[in-house]
């Protein structure tokens, strides 16, 4: 097949090469970018009178069609084709001849791919942002419903003080939160218009770069016509949300895996989301949280490889930038597999509450709160500190909890303890006490949750 840039060469391209040069393989997910953008980059020729205004309405109507073929299955991407932008211009010029060379007038493969790939991104952050709010959905509704289920909480993997299951959950839901919000900043700065730029110095025509952003949705033109074709630093700020969202939900994998083992039972997955073994017929894995954990290092990999793209590179476009469409869809593709499967896996999975309560009730998880008794009788705290941690001594060498170690013990220690100790650490008053904003407590829990629904109403 002849190259749209064969005038030039005497020689045509090894094939070796020509198959190391051809982006077409991963790029023709960009298909309905491309056409789209085409269709707008016509109608702008047509309305600056560049090309005649029947000539950009008989290209528009040809890319339609090309765009419903290939979406209907009527005509498959040919792959001998170097990349998309020269597949579908192959395709209009054998449909309606010369008029479809016309096309390419005031515009280059530099800023046309630039535009594909910000109106790729652009779609793809909102479907992301979509499965991001669906989990942050599921997430407050099940910390709703165990707002005052007590669990432990853990620092250093040691159980630490008492909390709500619904709390530790909405610790996710604010780091998915976060994600969400980063997402739509990294919008703003993808919805950004290249075209127009061409190969990198702009164009001799009349055009009207504002008319056709504004057709294809585009909030600003690139305003320098070299940093429109090299740019993609878009590409390396969704990169990066993308890893943070992979760290957040490796995270949470985490957690899930340790919840779900014998050795904690604090939720039951559901069976649609965990496997078994070949060997063993007792075991349930977890399978779904350990690929998302797993699969995190794929979108670092890909922030990583778009990172060492750019780093040397001269302006304008190098041949160099090929290599980022690969890590973003990659990425895209991960990030969105991992939500889809995560967020039912969540959904479906139910908690222990009695393992939950039994685990809080051992390892001295009230012993601040303890303290906090005697600061209230008007101990200082460090003297507090002190003498509660006599008593968990004790309590360890007699084999006691803090609940069953008798009021005379307690006495020995210090004068100022009275009966009402025991009201003090009381796992359900531990948590309500918390009353602190952003607290353990039911009442601050509810707030959470109803802080993090209003805040997905505003994307």
């Known amino acids: 097949m002849e190259k749209m840039w064969a005038g030039r060469f005497s020689k045509t391209l090894d094939k070796t090469a020509d198959d190391f040069n051809s982006s077409i393989s991963f790029d023709k997910k960009m298909y309905r970018q491309d056409i789209t953008g085409s269709m707008a980059h016509a109608a702008m020729l047509g309305a600056k009178n560049i090309i005649g205004a029947d000539e950009a309405d008989t290209i528009i109507a040809e890319l339609e069609k090309i765009l419903s073929d290939i979406e209907n299955g009527n005509i498959e991407i040919d792959e001998n084709c170097e990349d998309i932008h020269m597949f579908v211009e192959k395709v209009l010029t054998d449909r309606i001849g010369d008029l479809g060379k016309k096309l390419h007038t005031a515009r280059s493969r ?66 998915f939160l976060r994600d969400i919000d980063r997402l739509a900043d990294a919008k703003k700065r993808t919805n950004v218009c290249p075209i127009g ?110 990172l060492t793209v750019l780093k040397g590179l001269p302006l304008a476009y190098n041949k160099d930038m090929q290599e980022d469409k690969e890590a973003v869809f990659d990425a895209c593709d991960t990030v969105k597999m991992c939500l889809e499967v995560f967020t039912p896996m969540l959904q479906s999975a139910k908690a222990c509450e009695e393992n939950m309560k039994k685990a809080a009730s051992g390892g001295f998880i009230c012993a601040t709160d303890l303290a906090d008794y005697l600061v209230r009788k008007g101990l200082p705290f460090r003297t507090a500190y002190k003498i509660v941690g006599g008593a968990v001594g004790k309590c360890i060498a007699e084999g006691k909890t803090l609940e069953t170690l008798p009021l005379e013990e307690y006495k020995k220690l210090s004068e100022v303890f009275e009966s009402d100790l025991y009201e003090a650490i009381d796992l359900s008053a531990c948590v309500e006490k918390r009353i602190s904003l952003g607290g353990t407590s039911p009442a601050s829990v509810s707030m959470q949750v109803d802080f993090a629904k209003n805040e997905l109403k505003k994307y």
């Open 110 to 175: 530099n800023d046309q791919v630039a535009l594909d790939l910000r109106m790729y991104l652009r779609d793809q952050i909102d479907r992301i942002t979509e499965l991001l709010k669906e989990l942050v959905t599921v997430i407050t509704d099940k910390a709703d419903e165990h707002k005052a289920t007590i669990m432990p909480g853990y620092t250093h993997l040691q159980r630490a003080q008492p909390i709500t299951f619904g709390h530790h959950l909405m610790a996710y839901a604010m780091m």
């Open 197 to 306: 730029s061409c190969a990198l110095a702009g164009t001799t025509y009349d055009t009207d770069r504002i008319f056709e952003a504004e057709k294809l949705g585009f909030s600003a033109v690139c305003l320098n016509s070299m940093d429109g074709v090299s740019d993609r630093d878009f590409c390396v700020e969704f990169l990066s949300c993308a890893s943070l969202i992979m760290v957040h939900l490796s995270r949470f994998s985490e957690e899930i895996i340790l919840w779900s083992s014998w050795e904690f039972k604090f939720i039951e997955l559901d069976d649609a989301f965990t496997t078994g073994s070949s060997i063993m017929p007792q075991k349930k894995n977890p399978d779904m949280a350990e690929l998302s954990r797993g699969k995190s290092g794929r979108v670092f990999g890909d922030l990583m490889t778009m």
